[in-house]
């Protein structure tokens, strides 16, 4: 397969350039004040090595709503990934790569209509449901479909819980459909569940995965299906300093003690896994704002940064999601009451409230590692903030890795770090922005009510916030 949708091209760095060193690199003319990504693509390849490493009998389909970048599923398609679609528009994206059908699972319960016809006519036979009503459905737009049953299974921890909305009862729902499904003459193929995306529970795979092995008996033996599939889902963890090691070995040792018969396919859906460390944010400070006088106990600034919970950080609406900003440059050692908030008008629109951060500078950068996963793909541009931009970077060892196994070409590269600054900020003029000479204090007049008489009152410091 040949990769040829690339928007950018990956820029290839030296053994001495990192993601710092390219996000400097990017900022010090100081020609910019755009928000931007930089996206490391070796750090996909290094989890696809893991993954393998890790669960080498899962076969893992990308979650392709955690982010659909042109250079993720490219790059995830050339290392013979599947995918795992929720709509008519994700599996068409895909089939443009030239994926096979028979590597997309169409994982989303409850589907509109015109999207099972196109599953039908784009030959992607392996969906999910857990209600009679899809049954019904599938019954008359796509009778060869192959359909996995999805159960629900919840972590007792997890950032984002998906059972509230999809997955039947185990054991009070699941025969009833698998009956319903024998009745209406529909294969059924297999039993998938979600436990929960950013599980914190590892234990919930190994549980999950012998509740799925009922079922096969139970659709096996009663009904007379051919169960070949087991899809265990998503939930794994993907910021840097995570580890899936404990997920893995609940999910072999399942997999072991309830699926000894490796003739059942076993797959995954990991959308977080993969993403989430590639992609490092780089925000500008472009207004601060103190709250409060020295006198004021609460006395704190505000800082405001050009992308927000309507663009990069919607993921802190939805989902228990807490982020780190790491200041590009430290002016200070000490350090004082902030907060951050997005660029838009709404009050909602804040990232950290209650930190503690040194001095920070209108022009200053702030830096969020692990910003890869439920980011871009719902961000907006509200208010008429734009989405930042992505820079794609690759170390030569991936580059070479990339390029002679899995059939990327020259042309998705270029090497050297030069034109990595290419497309930013059109309009910005090369002029970095200073202070201008304030006063250092201002005093307003003021009426006493009580004698008539007009006074002076000191009310502001001026001086650089
Ligand atoms: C059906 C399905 N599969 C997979 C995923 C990906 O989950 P995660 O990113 O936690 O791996 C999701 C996330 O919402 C999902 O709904």
């Known amino acids: 397969m040949k990769v040829t949708n690339f928007e950018d091209r990956i820029h290839v760095i030296d053994e001495d350039s990192n993601v710092t060193s390219v996000i400097k690199n990017i900022v010090e003319p100081n020609e910019q004040e755009d928000a931007f990504y930089v996206c490391d693509v070796g750090d ?12 080498p009998r899962v076969e893992p389909h990308y979650a392709v709503k955690c982010n659909d970048s042109p250079i993720v599923l490219s790059t995830l398609a050339s290392l013979g990934l599947g995918f795992d679609c929720a709509s008519k528009g994700e599996i068409s994206k895909i089939l443009k790569l030239g994926v096979e059908p028979s590597r997309i699972i169409f994982a989303n319960p ?10 039908n006519t784009s030959d992607v036979k392996m969906m ?3 209600s009679a009503s899809e049954l019904y459905k599938v019954k008359k737009m796509f009778p060869e479909a192959k359909m996995v049953l999805r159960i629900r299974y919840d972590a007792e921890v997890a950032q984002c819980r998906l059972g509230v909305k999809f997955g039947c009862d185990p054991v009070l729902e699941a025969p009833h459909l698998l009956q319903l499904a024998h009745t209406l003459g529909i294969q059924v193929i297999g039993i998938s569940f979600h436990v929960g995306s950013g599980c914190g529970d590892p234990p919930v795979f190994y549980k999950a995965i012998g509740a799925a092995r009922k079922l096969f008996d139970y659709a096996e033996m009663e009904l007379g299906f051919n169960m070949t599939l087991l899809d265990i889902g998503g939930g794994y963890p993907g910021d840097k300093g995570t580890s899936i090691d404990k997920i893995a070995y609940y999910v072999n040792k399942g997999l072991d003690d309830f699926f000894e018969d490796d003739t059942v396919r076993v797959i995954a859906e990991p959308g977080r896994f993969f993403v989430a460390s590639a992609y490092t944010l780089v925000c500008n400070v472009y207004a601060t704002r ?11 600034t505000m800082y405001f940064i050009n992308d927000g919970v309507y663009g990069s950080f919607n993921c802190m609406l939805y989902e228990d999601r807490k982020v780190t900003p790491q200041l590009l440059k430290i002016n200070s050692t000490t350090e004082y009451p902030s907060s951050i908030w997005g660029p838009t008008c709404d009050g909602m629109d804040v990232i950290a409230r209650s930190i503690m951060l040194p001095e920070v500078n ?19 541009a509200f208010n008429g903030f734009p989405v930042p931009k992505v820079h794609l970077i690759v170390d030569q060892p991936t580059w070479y890795f990339l390029r002679d196994e899995v059939c ?11 034109n990595i600054r290419l497309g930013l900020d059109d309009d910005f003029s090369a002029k970095p922005w200073t202070y201008p000479e304030l006063p250092v204090s201002m005093s307003i ?16 410091d001026y001086a650089k916030p």
């Open 362 to 380: 209108i022009g200053d950068w702030i830096v969020f590692e692990d910003m890869g996963a439920y980011t871009l793909s719902a961000a907006s």
């Open 290 to 300: 103190t709250i409060g006088d020295n006198q004021d106990p609460n006395k704190h």
């Open 408 to 418: 990327l070409t020259n042309e998705h590269f270029a090497l050297g770090n030069d």
């Open 44 to 55: 996909m390849v290094a989890k696809y090595k893991t993954w393998k490493t890790q669960m």
């Open 110 to 119: 409850a589907k509109p209509a015109s999207h099972i016809r196109y599953a």
């Open 445 to 460: 007049s003021r009426f006493d009510i009580s004698n008539g008489e007009q006074y002076q009152e000191h009310v502001l």
């Open 128 to 130: 999910t449901f857990d």
